[in-house]
């Protein structure tokens, strides 16, 4: 096991994670990237924990799941005061997990003044406070298990905050923060962290989304058509690109180039990034209906 500094400090770099015989907690597992994530930890060898509200598709997931234990978990994660038990639960069945995935999210389109506090408080205890809460539950036992990894998984709009994604974005920022900050913490006691910011990925997130009470109902479909023509990227191939980055024990995981592209927009103007992806985003219209112009003519 080799060392490098890390805060002034000599922190250990851990050997690449290992998920045959291992024990993976996937939060979200039952649609999306964390239902691609369950057949590619299965496939990889590990038993798999499986929490999901959705009691019928996750029973669908796990049902088509072979060679490997699977322990179907229906909670809802927004009941932040009942993880304790759910844990707790949890552990009875299989008390040395060795990774955990927060990947469970939920979305909510609305300015801030539209949102009502409750609609905040719902976005922050699922995208947030949850994964928060399952990792301090779960971390003694990771400790118990050197080489172990926990996994969260934060958002494009962890990385850039655009208007009418105030809650949103605040629980992925929150996120990242609390991943980044723990990762460093945890460097030298044998338990790696990722944080992980997918772009526009083929899930539900669209069609399951809320949107906040005082909202324009025109604005929300407009927004949600708009939404939905970014969602193209397979969930099947991010998945593997975030089971590489714990393979690899890679501290940040971008996927695809529409999380890419705002990420060094981000750095090069941090104030103003959204202003220039407008504008860049005029441009490439600008530019695309000319061509079609052009081609027609």
């Known amino acids: 096991m080799r060392t490098t500094t890390e805060g002034g400090r000599m922190a ?12 993976a907690v996937l939060t979200g597992a039952a649609s999306g990237m964390g239902e691609q994530m369950a057949y590619g930890l299965a496939r990889r060898g590990s038993r798999l924990v499986l929490i999901d509200r959705d009691a019928d598709r996750l029973a669908e997931v796990a049902g088509r799941i072979r060679g490997v234990e699977v322990d179907a978990v229906v909670a809802d994660l927004s ?13 009875t069945r299989n008390p040395r997990p060795t990774l955990l ?3 469970a999210g939920v979305a909510l389109g609305g300015t801030f003044d539209q949102v009502s506090a409750e609609e905040f408080d719902w976005v922050m205890d699922v995208n947030f406070r ?9 971390l003694p036992r990771l400790l118990d298990s050197p080489g172990s990894h926990v996994v969260n998984v934060s958002s494009l ?15 992925k920022f929150a996120l990242r923060g609390f991943t980044e900050a723990l990762r460093h913490e945890l460097a030298d006691r044998g338990v790696g962290v990722t944080s992980v910011h997918p772009g526009g990925i083929r899930t539900r997130i669209a069609e399951t989304a809320r949107v906040a009470g005082a909202a324009d109902a025109a ?3 407009a927004g949600r058509a708009r939404f939905a023509k970014l969602l193209t990227y397979p969930a099947d191939k991010a998945a593997e690109q975030i089971l590489t980055g714990v393979r690899k024990r890679r501290g ?9 592209v705002p990420d060094v927009l981000a750095r090069l103007f941090p104030a103003s990034h959204m202003t220039v992806a407008a504008r860049i985003g ?10 079609t112009t052009s081609t027609g003519s």
Do not use: K, M
């Open 282 to 291: 005029s441009t490439s219209r600008h530019r695309a209906r000319r061509s």
């Open 12 to 23: 250990r770099q851990l050997p690449p994670y290992r998920f045959a015989g291992g024990t």
């Open 101 to 103: 995935v927060n990947n």
């Open 130 to 138: 949850a994964p928060v809460a399952l990792t301090r539950l779960f």
């Open 157 to 171: 709009f962890g990385l850039i905050a655009p208007p009418g994604q105030t809650a949103y974005s605040a629980s």
């Open 79 to 91: 009941d932040v005061s009942g993880l304790d038990d759910l844990v707790a639960d949890v552990l």
């Open 219 to 221: 604005e929300v479909a």
């Open 252 to 260: 940040r995981v971008l996927i695809a180039w529409t999380a890419v």
